[in-house]
């Protein structure tokens, strides 16, 4: 019986599958059974480079979009949508 015959959820868990269920932020599919240990570092490393991305980009147009915010009221503002 292979790997991929099992059902996921019957899988050891390997600390490869618990980092990647972190990452997703729930079960992953049953396709991932048939990825490696080292296949399933690979895919969350890149959904992790992935999400610091985005929030990266995020807060970089957040800040761009303060600029339209007139000077006195930055503080504030900045203080009320980032709590």
Do not use: H, W, Y
């Amino acid at each position: 019986m292979s790997r991929s015959d099992v059902p996921l959820e019957d899988l050891l868990s390997t600390p490869a599958l618990d980092r990647l269920t972190t990452e997703l932020g729930g079960q992953p599919p049953q396709s991932v059974s048939e990825l490696t240990d080292d296949q399933l570092n690979l895919l969350s490393d890149a959904l992790e480079r992935g999400r610091t991305s985005r929030a990266s980009g995020l807060e970089e147009a957040a800040e761009e979009a303060l600029k339209l915010v007139p000077a006195l009221a930055r503080g504030p503002v900045r203080r009320i949508l980032f709590k």
